[in-house]
């Protein structure tokens, strides 16, 4: 493999704090050596970085790829494509297919698909139940074998504390890594959006965001009596947040996501039923909003994700109480994320931290890091580029953005993957 030398780049390595230029190495695959002054020698290959922003590759931690099932809505080739477009370089996707990636063999399908057709990194959840049901436990063991390396059954929460308890029990004795959604799923079922006087003006069916935190209370005793390793996909409401820091005070092994759609829109985008912005949890409030912004700043959250969900434009052009949850992000994650960037509320190495070195930390992977000798997963972009979002140009099948018609900064310039570069505009 040829070396790859990006040069005159301004270099953000969440890891260290770094913001700074300078110049990065790529050799076999991996980071060679980075470095800010002095002569980076020669290379057999030259990428003038512009003064632009270099840092790791995006790993986005709960990915809808819909294949088995609902090819139609996204597969793994445009995926790939739209996480290359976004600087997404390794998509962790979830277990939500049809049918759900439950069983060994589901399993290896998925991720033979993954590496024949997509052009960044792919790495499986799979279900932490039969069917996602939440009756029966699946083969943990033999799907941790066959490459799994979390398990969750998503937005489908488990209500019998017992088979979860069993569940994790299990996952603690081999070490796995379990991804709840909280939520008490008697309080949310049926809502449209976060109860209050918006939602009562609205006639829409609302959900208190205490069932977030009642949801998320009942996992917390169960990581206490099982020590199970758990992360909190989303995180969404203020009212969650002190028995989330309490947690990691006491010294479980948790940690807590949120997505880029609950840290950068709320509850009054809805506005005439646009049911793009219909998402699961749905959009909270302002106040909801920059808490969650203050908590990623301190680091109690942990990982920001763009909970991407293709829904077809069939699923969406209905009424809002019947329309289907979920948004499209690869391609908006990083533009949006940026906006908490220039507003001054977050620093890009920070923001790094949530986006990339994070998610490889739960999850265990050398990656999210300008280190020598972590993989040359790397995203170039320029973060004060204008544009204005067209949803019909987005790589992805489906085209159920929120943020369509919006005044965004922030392009991506160069994705790499292992070294090889994968997009470039």
Known sequence: MTTTLITNAR?????????APGWLRIKDGLIAETGTSGDPGPAERLVDAGGHCLAPGIIDLGVKVCEPGERHKESYASAGRAAAAGGVTTMVVRPDTQPAIDTPEVLEFALRRAAADSAVNVLAIAALTKGREGREMTEIGFLRDAGAVAFSDGDAVCTNAKVLARAMTYASSLGALIIAHPQDPSLSAGAAVTSGKFATLKGLPGVS??????????????IEMTGARYHADQITTARALPALARAKANGLDITAGTSIHHLTLNSLDVG????????????????DRMA????LSSGLIDTISSMHTPQDE????LPYEE???GAVGLETLLPAALRLF???QITLPRLFGALSFGPAKRLGLPAGRLAK?????????DPGAPFVLDRFKLKSKSKNTPFDGARMQGRVLGTWVGGTRVHAP
């Open 292 to 295: 969650l912004i203050e908590a």
């Open 272 to 287: 005439d039923y646009r049911t793009f912005f219909k998402v699961k949890p749905p959009l909270r409030d302002e106040d």
């Open 342 to 344: 220039h507003s001054g």
């Open 314 to 317: 069939e699923s969406k052009r």
């Open 323 to 325: 329309a289907a949850s």
């Open 209 to 222: 965001p205490m069932a977030e935190r009642m949801g998320l209370d009942r996992d917390i005793a169960l």
């Open 11 to 19: 270099l953000i390595d969440p890891e260290t704090g770094r913001d």
């Open 373 to 381: 000798g972590a993989p040359a997963d790397l995203v170039l972009f």
